[in-house]
């Protein structure tokens, strides 16, 4: 089946400082790539959507300037958390859609963010 | 707006029984259902997909319905075994609305089953 990386797995950051996530899909083109936030014991929330070559669309209460998202190939998405408070402490999971078909998400492993 | 809802929150089930996840949802304009597990600290595995016009998919033990009409699915699990223990997540792709092309998640049914 369709695979998609992140990476790292685990990063714990001091406050201030920026973290850069990847999300790679590794057997598929991912012509759109969706980053979401889950906090313990709740579900996913979905930050933005991002297609490739084009800036992202960030859902509402989400601060772009925040989130940076890139999206520069078909396989390789980032997101830099820049400027990191401990609120910013969460789970990012990364998921890609692309040329397979009845448009099936495909998930990344998740991002354990922890800002001290 | 899409809500989707999943019931119950928690279950916890001797090795062996079947049992029946269920979901919700009040928008019926979707493309389709999946569902998903997770485990602990982990990303989402999907486990079935099913297309706005169709009825259910079957894997292994796992069969899901869909009644789109009504706004519902329901997850069986035939059999169950402890390795099946982990959140249980339904979303659906909306198709209209605010949400168009996104996917809108439910809170998930912790699943626990004991030896």
């Known amino acids: 089946g369709a695979v998609v990386s992140q990476h790292p797995s685990r990063v714990i950051c001091k406050s201030g400082t920026s973290v850069k996530i990847e999300c790679r899909s590794l057997?598929?083109?991912?012509?759109?790539m969706f980053w979401y936030r889950q906090f313990p014991k709740q579900s996913l929330m979905l930050m933005a959507t991002?297609?490739?070559?084009?800036?992202?669309?960030?859902e509402q209460g989400v601060e772009k300037d925040k989130f940076l998202i890139n999206h520069a190939s078909l396989t390789l998405s980032t997101l830099t958390v820049t400027s990191a408070h401990p609120e910013d402490s969460s789970f990012y999971i990364c998921?890609?859609?692309?040329?397979?078909?009845?448009?099936?998400?495909?998930f990344g492993p998740g991002t354990r963010l922890t800002v001290l | 707006k899409q809500e989707v809802t999943q019931i119950p929150a928690a279950l916890s089930v001797p090795e062996g029984e079947n049992l029946v996840l269920n979901c919700s949802f009040t928008?019926?304009?979707?493309?389709?259902l999946q569902w998903f597990r997770q485990d602990p600290g982990k990303g989402l595995t999907s486990l079935l997909l099913?297309?706005?016009?169709?009825r259910e998919q079957t894997s292994g033990r796992l069969n899901a319905s869909l009644d789109k009409s009504s706004g519902r699915s329901t997850l069986y699990i035939a059999a169950s075994q402890p390795g099946d223990s982990a959140t249980y997540l339904c979303?659906?792709?909306?198709?209209?609305?605010?949400?168009?092309?996104?996917?809108?998640f439910g809170q998930g049914t912790i699943l626990t089953v004991h030896p």
């Open positions: 928008d019926s304009a979707i493309y389709n």
């Open positions: 998921s890609a859609r692309g040329d397979r078909g009845y448009h099936e998400q495909f």
């Open positions: 991002s297609n490739e070559g084009s800036k992202a669309t960030y």
């Open positions: 099913i297309q706005s016009s169709q």
């Open positions: 979303a659906v792709r909306n198709a209209g609305g605010t949400s168009y092309g996104k996917l809108t």
């Open positions: 057997d598929f083109q991912a012509t759109t």
